[in-house]
């Protein structure tokens, strides 16, 4: 058995394999703002007091654990059979913690809850979240210092943006110079759950190093002029970095005599989440793009070399299994679609019927932007004359406008994500890539993907997990419809016309 954890934007996530069958044998979820409601999220994070700012408590994912780990003992999981563990968690964001952070999981007590064990390890008492983009100055600040942004692109494989971990970090320091001088560690979420895991600070992997504007894309180490340029003693205080494969230890004596899972069970390293949904949707050699249609719309696919995108909206990150991914983000996604339903106060089932009404050149499109949206950077805009059809045909217009840099279309797209249980977004998409669209059975690919990551790190074959959990239980693929291809040459010209207005 494998477990996979995933701690997303809204909830933590674990997914349980037999490799050996070739099943999955539970699944289990902790939904962050209706079971843990003492820390007063609205899907899963609080507003900070400047317009941009989005924080988490860490202490909320800390208490996801237990949580999560308690409800699957309850369904008689067996946790006694898991022979390693691996995670993935939202991208970018940062976890500052003190010197009594290692000296604490060293120590922990299985009869006291983490979260009361941990309470005091923290530096900092929220975490910038991957939606947060409140460092546009400090963004200024770090480009000023390397002497502009193609520096940074060419050393970290992005240019310098607000919700990657430099500029957070910076900002923090500058705002409150006693707390960083205080910081012992500046972990992300994922290192950070893989340090309670395991009992010790764990490294930081490649795939999500990748997304904090402090590694060196091609030598996988932190690069000191970009660290330099972030905050003074940026580099001492992290952790330090491997390949996501690694076995970081074997799992914390606190899960053993609290949740029963052996002793010997190999912990990998955690990723991010986009990184791990590569593994769990099965694309880890070029040739497919993945849309994920979580939180974030994500759109991402496997590539050998580390090319990267001209306009410097786009991402290079690592691939868990080795060589990159290449990743465009955009903050509009689920979130964007949910305020639509609820301001025209409709079901889902009337959203997804309303996009499988066939358009004509003369539908409306919308720019797509509920919040601020980074791919491109533009501000929110009026939403009162938006449709379900007009705001899901914007948001897939836009990504395919941005999507050029991945290189030329493949085969098929795979989608994942719980939007994409949606028939009328898959059609949308299908007609809008001119492109068949595949759906996984299961939309919880990260978690997936961690499972199979650990599976892999403990010498199961990747070729044989992929066949397993992804390729064979694809669902019947999504065809354009006739007339489609014509229709969104002229939607596609009506939205990009807008969206340089
Ligand atoms: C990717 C990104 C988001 C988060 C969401 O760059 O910021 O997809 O990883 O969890």
Not at 308 to 314: L, M
Not at 324 to 329: E, Q, R
Not at 471 to 488: F, H, L, M, N, W
């Amino acid at each position: 058995m494998y477990l996979g954890l995933d701690c997303s934007t809204q909830s933590l996530t674990a997914t349980l394999i037999n490799a050996e069958s070739g099943t999955v044998e539970i699944q289990e979820s902790v939904h962050f703002e209706t079971e843990l409601p003492h820390y007063q999220t609205h899907h899963g994070f609080v507003r900070g007091a400047e317009p941009d700012e989005f924080f988490c408590d860490p202490l909320m994912w800390v208490e996801a654990l237990d949580l999560l780990l308690e409800k699957m003992k309850k369904s008689n999981a067996p946790l006694d059979q898991i022979k390693a563990i691996s995670g993935s968690a939202q991208q970018h964001s940062t976890v500052y913690l003190n010197h009594n952070f290692e000296r604490t999981l060293a120590h922990l007590r299985s009869d006291l809850p983490l979260v009361e064990q941990l309470k005091d390890s923290f530096t900092r008492p929220v975490s910038p979240i991957w939606l947060d983009a409140s460092t546009v100055k400090e963004c200024d600040e770090i480009i000023e210092t390397l002497g502009g942004n193609r520096e940074s692109v060419q050393r970290t494989g992005s240019s310098i943006i607000p919700r990657f971990s430099a500029s957070q970090i910076r900002k923090h320091a500058k705002q409150f110079p006693g707390h960083w001088q205080d910081t012992f560690k500046v972990h992300l979420v994922s290192s950070f759950m893989g340090s309670l895991m395991v009992g010790h600070s764990a490294n930081i992997d490649y795939g999500d190093g990748a997304g904090m504007n402090l590694m060196h894309i091609t030598r996988r180490n932190w690069d000191k002029k970009m660290a330099d340029a972030t905050a003074p003693g940026t580099i001492k205080r992290l952790p330090g970095l491997a390949s996501t494969t690694d076995i970081a230890g074997t799992v914390s004596h606190y899960f053993t005599q609290r949740y029963g899972i052996p002793a010997d069970a190999k912990c990998a390293h955690w990723t991010g989440d986009n990184p791990a949904s590569l593994v769990g949707m099965g694309v880890t050699t070029p040739g497919e793009w993945v849309i994920s249609l979580g939180t974030s719309y994500t759109l991402f696919s496997a590539t050998q070399t580390p090319f990267v995108d001209p306009q410097g909206y786009g991402h290079i990150f690592g691939n868990p299994l080795g060589n990159y991914m290449s990743l465009s983000c955009f903050k509009n996604g689920a979130l964007a679609c949910i305020a639509l339903k609820e301001q025209l106060n409709i079901t889902w089932d009337d959203f997804d019927r309303a996009l499988l009404v066939p358009r004509t050149p003369d539908s409306p499109v919308s720019l797509p932007f509920y919040d601020t949206e980074i791919t491109p950077p533009a501000r929110a805009v009026d939403q009162s004359k938006t449709t379900a059809a007009s705001l899901v045909d914007g948001q897939f217009l836009n990504m395919r406008h941005h999507s050029l840099w991945h290189g030329p279309a493949p085969e098929s797209i795979v989608v994942t994500g719980g939007i994409s249980q949606s028939d009328g977004v898959c059609q949308t998409i299908a007609n809008i890539f001119q492109r068949p669209i595949k759906r996984l059975y299961t939309h919880a690919s990260a978690s997936l993907g961690a499972a199979m990551i650990a599976a892999y790190a403990d010498g199961h074959q990747i070729e044989q997990l992929a066949h397993d959990f992804c390729k064979s239980k694809q669902r019947r693929a999504i065809t354009p419809q006739p007339d489609s291809e014509v229709i969104y040459t002229s939607l596609g010209e009506k939205f990009t016309e807008l969206l340089y207005r």
